[in-house]
């Protein structure tokens, strides 16, 4: 265009070789120097880091600095900024200003122009991570285990990508306003009460309005109350949907610290096929069982759902792994059994438990709100709910209370009484051990989800059923039978 010049043509050849347009600089800035306004306009997108040529750096940020104090950002204001500023004098002083504004577009180019200086200052940043990591696999000190560099490369890559969208600008009221008339509009044309990701669980979802993104949920309960069989139905439930929806942004990462996939998926045949999981796990099979199993993994061997189940993950790694898995494939929920096999980072390791358990909770609900996606993390209770008579837990019960209470927007307790009432029978042919019978018949493959806090919403009770022989949760209904999510 000719009204654009040519600057620093003394740049080094391989310098000049990076990606770059500086005509789009030039205009962009005389743009905003004729008028200021363009400024917050394209603030969202770019800021001087993404400016190539460095005289162009320094006068964007001269300019937002006296934008910011109220004042007039012209080449007039401007120049007793830049009468000392060599860089400038080499490429005309003072008056470069001033042609500068001569090179201006128009408000409609100049937001054009802002992205495409941030998509040549993103492959220029690709270019310089390339470098670093070539140079930390050479030079890096060898104590330090290569995951880790790719950890660190993932976490560079990733911010790369993220850095300049509008995610998390500021914005006004109106606009706040909007989506969440849009969330609520959604909710009464889907004539439900569902406004996040549906956990399969009608009462649950009508509890929560489903899992919402950027929420930290904490499901907790003693040994035997079916976290992970619970955790796993979730899981499977949103992952089927989102298979029958085609929505990638619903996909389920799975990070079982405990079990290993093969184990968790054997609970998921179990469920679906409605064979035992001891069964299956000793071999007790018949034919037409086996036949049973190959024909469900057949059904549901493309659900998205993506399990890791590599044992004492640091929280940086699986912040890394979710990254990378929502980059390549989508991601909509992570789930997490449990919390407390988490490694913390390594800056709070040896400190006290309950400062590494905050560092893990605070780092998950950051990664939850960086991918905008719920995180649903199972936590162990401490052994003092088996001292009470009452053996409903409380908010109290949880393993390092403090953090995972502050840091959690939902904090869900799984109840079975079942498993408590059945371990106290008395000896058969007495009158308590009728009784007992027939509280046992009463509370029978029940369950209940029991609400602690909920930041949003309502607490309260939860009634499911439970099938421990196929280790699967359902919705409760009023006859006492159990009704199978399809």
């Known amino acids: 265009m000719s009204s654009t010049f040519q600057v620093s043509?003394?740049?080094?050849?391989?310098?000049?070789?990076?990606?770059?347009?500086?005509?789009?600089?030039?205009?962009?800035?005389?743009?905003?120097?004729?008028?200021?306004?363009?400024?917050?306009?394209?603030?969202?997108?770019?800021?001087?880091?993404?400016?190539?040529?460095?005289?162009?750096?320094?006068?964007?940020?001269?300019?937002?600095?006296?934008?910011?104090?109220?004042?007039?950002?012209?080449?007039?204001?401007?120049?007793?900024?830049?009468?000392?500023?060599?860089?400038?004098?080499?490429?005309?002083?003072?008056?470069?200003?001033?042609?500068?504004?001569?090179?201006?577009?128009?408000?409609?180019?100049?937001?054009?122009?802002?992205?495409?200086?941030?998509?040549?200052?993103?492959?220029?940043?690709?270019?310089?991570?390339?470098?670093?990591?070539?140079?930390?696999?050479?030079?890096?000190?060898i104590d330090i285990h290569p995951s880790e560099l790719i950890e660190n490369a993932e976490k560079e890559l990733y911010q790369i990508a993220e850095k300049g969208t509008q995610l998390h600008s500021m914005q006004s009221f109106d606009i706040s306003l909007e989506e969440a008339v849009e969330q609520a509009t959604k909710a009464f044309k889907s004539d439900s009460s569902v406004t996040g990701i549906s956990t399969g669980f009608i009462d649950l979802d009508q509890k929560l309005g489903g899992l919402h993104p950027s929420d930290l949920l904490i499901l907790a309960g003693r040994p035997s109350m079916g976290k992970t069989s619970l955790a796993t139905n979730i899981a499977f439930n949103i992952a089927k949907k989102a298979y029958e929806d085609g929505n990638k942004d619903q996909n389920v990462a799975f990070f079982s610290l405990e079990m290993s996939s093969e184990q968790l998926a054997t609970r998921v045949l179990s469920e679906q096929a409605k064979i035992s999981s001891n069964e299956i796990r000793k071999g007790n099979l018949s034919q037409s069982d086996l036949d049973a199993l190959v024909a469900t993994s057949q059904k549901i061997v493309e659900i998205p759902l993506f399990i890791d189940d590599t044992p004492a993950i640091n929280i940086a790694t699986l912040?890394?792994?979710?990254?990378?898995?929502?980059?390549?494939?989508?991601?909509?929920?992570?789930?997490?059994?449990?919390?407390?096999?988490?490694?913390?980072?390594?800056?709070?390791?040896?400190?006290?438990?309950?400062?590494?358990?905050?560092?893990?909770?605070?780092?998950?609900?950051?990664?939850?709100?960086?991918?905008?996606?719920?995180?649903?993390?199972?936590s162990q209770l401490s052994r003092q709910v088996e001292n009470r008579e009452d053996k409903k837990p409380q908010l109290s019960d949880l393993r390092e209370s403090g953090s995972i209470e502050q840091d959690s927007d939902v904090v869900m307790f799984i109840f079975r009484e079942e498993y408590y009432v059945e371990r106290t029978a008395p000896s058969p042919g007495t009158s308590e051990y009728i009784d007992w019978q027939q509280k046992m018949s009463e509370i029978h493959g029940q369950a209940e989800l029991l609400i602690g806090k909920q930041r949003h919403g309502p607490t309260g009770n939860i009634r499911l059923s439970f099938e421990s022989k196929f280790t699967r949760f359902g919705n409760y209904i009023s006859n006492e039978q159990s009704q199978d999510y399809d």
């Open 9 to 141: 043509s003394n740049l080094p050849k391989e310098t000049k070789e990076l990606p770059h347009n500086i005509e789009a600089e030039q205009g962009l800035l005389g743009a905003i120097l004729l008028n200021n306004d363009i400024v917050d306009d394209v603030s969202s997108i770019i800021d001087d880091d993404h400016f190539y040529e460095e005289v162009h750096k320094r006068i964007y940020s001269v300019i937002t600095r006296l934008i910011t104090k109220g004042q007039l950002a012209t080449p007039v204001t401007l120049k007793s900024y830049f009468e000392v500023e060599k860089s400038l004098e080499e490429i005309g002083g003072s008056s470069y200003l001033a042609r500068l504004a001569n090179a201006a577009v128009s408000l409609e180019y100049a937001k054009n122009y802002a992205g495409i200086i941030y998509d040549l200052a993103v492959r220029r940043s690709l270019h310089r991570l390339g470098g670093k990591i070539e140079y930390d696999a050479i030079q890096s000190d």
């Open 319 to 378: 912040a890394s792994r979710a990254r990378r898995l929502k980059r390549k494939h989508g991601l909509g929920v992570i789930i997490i059994d449990y919390l407390q096999l988490l490694r913390p980072p390594k800056t709070s390791r040896g400190e006290s438990r309950v400062l590494e358990v905050s560092e893990i909770t605070q780092g998950l609900k950051a990664l939850a709100k960086e991918l905008d996606i719920p995180i649903l993390a199972l």
